[in-house]
């Protein structure tokens, strides 16, 4: 019923769209995230998973039509633990992190993907296409490897596996290290003489300083500056001392999880092209390292030149939706709307690597959304959702909940009876 | 429903005053300690002058929209809500012209103060854990004035707000109501008569706490559900014991019986006194929760984080108790499982009160952001709610639960001018709260610095607020 009322509502013309077939997503406003802007009555066609056109004009003849009041490219949460926990509370149904092994750097969140897992279709649902799915530091600061995916549900829908390497500095990473930052410190310098003295270390006996063999291999392509590294921190001497460390150490990858006293360093992070993922709600010294955090850190820092993503870190893994609620009050606080789009598109692109996504372009891959407002707007959703031009089921075991409760009759049977 | 509730225990004039005095009549009223206050309000609205808001769209809290309407404010009051209303001499006049107004918003659930920032182990005063009946602790002795949350909250619209302590317990003790205005001491924010509270909690949380949760098995009671309903009643009949016998010394008969903390709590809930807000968030649960309320006679005020309401709103109407939900958090854990984003609209629309409330210090700082993504999920879900009726989940509601609304919650004449001057419609994320009053003094101005309060923490930090 409610997926009927949708379709009335937009005018979706979608003839039932088997998989990958040619659509014309017709858009009042498109915004493409590249030099063609926001285009005004626009027309994206895609068709066999990539996208054709993108322009103004007539649809092409004869094709199915979705219409909606804006289109833009599947939106990418750029730091998320969806997917790899179904329940967090539940120990059971909760693979982000684990305290009780003795690995760490080799723990590969992928091994916990589930696809299946009720968050996937709810993030889908609100637009997003592409997740980078980090496991949690619960033993050492060296957290695992994540992955990317995308939020079909499908087997398989891993299309980047050892992604990235997360790593935790700051208060956290003091705490998961002994107690002290110093500690921290310690043990990620001895895990980078781990790796680069693998061979003398490892070949006849387990002797890393801090790593495991097993640990140090996985750490290998990261200290190597093959694999992008995520360091979590905060606080403006941490953000400091990484780039310290980035300067000591210029073929590493890095981007930075958090920064939330990123404004304070942000032309030193622009002019080291470190890339920022920040949760652009963090606006409260909730911790000493977060004294200066403020609403306006994103647009600071973007105001510096630095590439900014936009992420919810509260609740990484059923609430990774809220991204764009976030990104839209970045905007009230002074960061360009545009800007605010590309934290949510092409910066995370960008910093994972991710070749033809986050963009409406001829030859890119067809992640598109067809909304019925303003994407960032807190009263928007999205009417369809295609991934790699896959029109996407606009359903998640919560609107079938719903669906269910709409009405509470049940005079003739029990409401179970309606599914 | 709440203020009959009130009147009807007698005693709640007592609360109102504060503190009671000695009356002459044989027993002194400060011997009656279910409504005994030692900690009373010293909160004085601060300095206003006449106001009028011209020009704005007023959405008056009750269900009412102004277009091009106004709002005057004199004496810290709302003496007037209408179109064409003239300045007193020597009043203020704002023109709100694109801007909308509306009533403060109200949280029902915070814990500022009691789990304030910095989050440092010194300052986790939010839950008195050591047993699962703590109905003798109130939480206005954790609040931390200080609390820069209490600020970024102020920034968002916020005038009023309940403090409750956690819910490891099954009773966590008395929650209070404050005002939202910086402050030396908790008795400055306190809200002038506001009644008490009592924080109660269902489900996991007390269990895991107390059964399973201290690394031994088994731990102490309750294990289970089942034992939390039996915690529930074990002392709800003990506290109807005691009020039996206070009632019987009041009524002249006997020795005055000892005072006991946590009796006088959980008695001032069963003589109507002290507001039950209950944290439950399973439908079921709710469901046995209202049964047990009636096998002791008292009323539960609002469920918290109830998000399953929306399966039992229609008992939850024929009951008379608000729901305070959140507009989409879900999953996190087991009973919050089922969480839809449909849930504020369908208790409303079958005819329950409906109250957003955040449980967050991030949160609160846009409970109406979260109000409008509620709002226009039940509008895709076929419930159509104008805008200014759901405003009531954000302001009136809330002060019902609270047994405020006669005194704040809608910009009614005579009401306490608690006011909040959008940048647009705020059901939109890009408006902003402009300008904050509260009992009429202007207490927040997102354009004029001077106007926006720094805590003495943030002082001489790298920060100094939020957007120095």
Redesign the interface.
Known sequence: M?RS??LG?VALCLAPVAAAEPVAILGEKVWTGTAQGTLTNGVVVIDNGKIVSVGTGAAPAGMPQVKAEWVTPGLISAFSRTGIT?????KSANDTGAGGSPFSAALSAADGFNPDA??IA?TRLEGFTRIAVAPDARAKLFAGQGFLADTSGQPGSVFKDRAFAFIVLGERGASLSGGSRPAAWAALRGAFDDVRFFTARYMTHNDGNVLTRMDAQAFMPAVKGEQLILIEARR?SDLEAIMDFKQENPMLKIAIVGAD?GW?VADRLAAMKIPVIMDA????????S???????NAARLARAGVPVAIVNL??A???AR?AA?IA??A???GLPFDTAMKALTTVPAEIFGMSGLGVLAPGARADVVAW?GDP??????PVAVFIDGVSEPMESR??K??DR??S?DHTDRPLAYKH | MMKKLLLSAGLGVCLALGACGGSGDGKKKDDVPRVFDPFPSTYAAYPSAPTLITNATVLDGKGGRIDGGSVLIEGGKITAVGTDLAATEGAVTINAAGKWVTPGIIDNHSHLGAYP????DAHGDGNEVSGPVTAEVWVEHSVWPQD??FT?ALAGGITSLQILPGSANLFGGRGVVLKNVPARSVQEMKFPGAPHTLKMACG?NPKRVYGYGRGSFPGGAPYSRMGNVAGYRAAWIEAADYKKKWDKFLDGEGEQPARNLELETLAGALNGDILVHMHCYRADEMAIILDLSKEFGYKVASFHHAVEA?????KLADYGTCSSMWA???????EA??????NIP?VHN?GACAIVHSDS??GI??LN?EA??A???GK???IDIPIEEAWQWLSLNPAKSLGIDARTGSLEPGKMADVVVWSANP??????AEQVYIDGALMYDRNDPAIQPVMD??LG???EG???
């Open positions: 409610i009322l949708i509502l179904e329940v967090p509370g539940e009720t968050p709810v403006t006293e304070r709600f963090s606006n409260l010294p909730a911790s000493f977060q004294l200066a955090a403020t609403s306006e509260d609740d893994s059923h609430q809220l609620q839209g009050n905007v009230a606080n019925d960032l707007e807190i009263t928007s959703a919560q609107t909940l719903r409760y709409l509470l | 920032s910095p989050g440092v820069p949350g970024r996991e929306y399966k039992i709103a229609d989409d958090w879900w999953g996190f854990k087991m499982y089922d969480g839809i984003r449909e369908m079958a210090d991030i700082q846009r952001q409008a993504k709002w226009s999920d895709r879900a076929g059901f939109s994320v890009y408006a902003q923490f943030e930090q790298p920060g939020d957007r120095k």
